[in-house]
């Protein structure tokens, strides 16, 4: 297993235009998160699935964000009609109930809004 | 909710000994992490605490008090490469979110 993986590493769009990152979690992970990190700040949690149920999504998290984890696998982050304040790394990360406690950390999509 | 405070940023010199402390208000708590993030890499693991006491890993120990909402990382014989930025982070009763401090920057001098 080569661990968490994330698509595409760096983006770099238009305001306005909308935007879909691609996570691959650990296999048999069944937890996985979203968080967003901008510069000199700890990662902010954006939302969280358990299998393909997303169970909770945080309030800072505005109506043009949208994840999917369609079967319990990868999952899927859209941002509509991107801003400027967008601009950030994405970052995934994936845990087992079965293993640690700790969460395992794709390398993350860097966000460039133009 | 969470609200995290950590130093912004540590010097120390290459040889010694640092300690970070994390100090955290919840309004739930199922157990408190350190993670060390390299500049321009993703977060990687270093801890985990959910009782009372000192837990100890290698060159890393953990600490945690949770009637004070307080924890520090203690690293010893500090390396150039743990230059790195040590984040400190609380999780949600229920095994569900995290909430990340701002993290601290360590700088290692020679």
């Known amino acids: 297993d080569t661990g968490v993986s994330q698509n595409p590493r760096h983006k770099i769009t238009k305001r306005g235009q909308n935007v879909t990152f691609r996570c691959d979690p650990i296999?048999?992970?069944?937890?996985l998160y979203w968080y967003r990190q901008t510069l000199g700040q700890g990662p902010e949690f954006l939302t969280y699935f358990q299998n393909e149920a997303q169970l909770e999504k945080s309030r800072l998290l505005s109506d043009r964000f949208s994840a999917e984890r369609p079967k319990g696998s990868f999952s899927t982050l859209e941002i509509q009609r991107t801003e400027q304040g967008d601009s950030a790394m994405y970052l995934c990360a994936s845990r087992s109930d079965t293993g640690g406690h700790e969460q395992y950390f794709g390398p993350g999509t860097r966000l460039t809004v133009t | 909710g969470q609200n995290i405070d950590q130093p912004t940023e540590m010097t120390a010199t290459e040889g010694a000994i640092v300690q970070i402390n994390c100090t955290y208000q919840?309004?739930?708590?199922?157990?408190l992490f350190w993670y060390q993030q390299h500049a321009g890499e993703a977060p990687t693991f270093l801890s985990y605490?959910?009782?009372?006491g000192l837990e100890e890993k290698g060159r890393f120990s953990s600490f945690l008090s949770r009637s004070k909402g307080y924890s520090y990382l203690l690293l010893k014989e500090l390396q150039m490469k743990d230059s790195a930025s040590y984040l400190c982070?609380?999780?949600?009763?229920?095994?569900?979110?995290?909430?990340f401090g701002t993290g601290t920057k360590l700088q290692v001098i020679p």
């Open positions: 605490n959910v009782l009372d």
């Open positions: 296999s048999e992970h069944n937890r």
């Open positions: 982070a609380v999780r949600d009763e229920g095994y569900q979110k995290v909430t």
């Open positions: 919840t309004s739930g708590f199922n157990g």
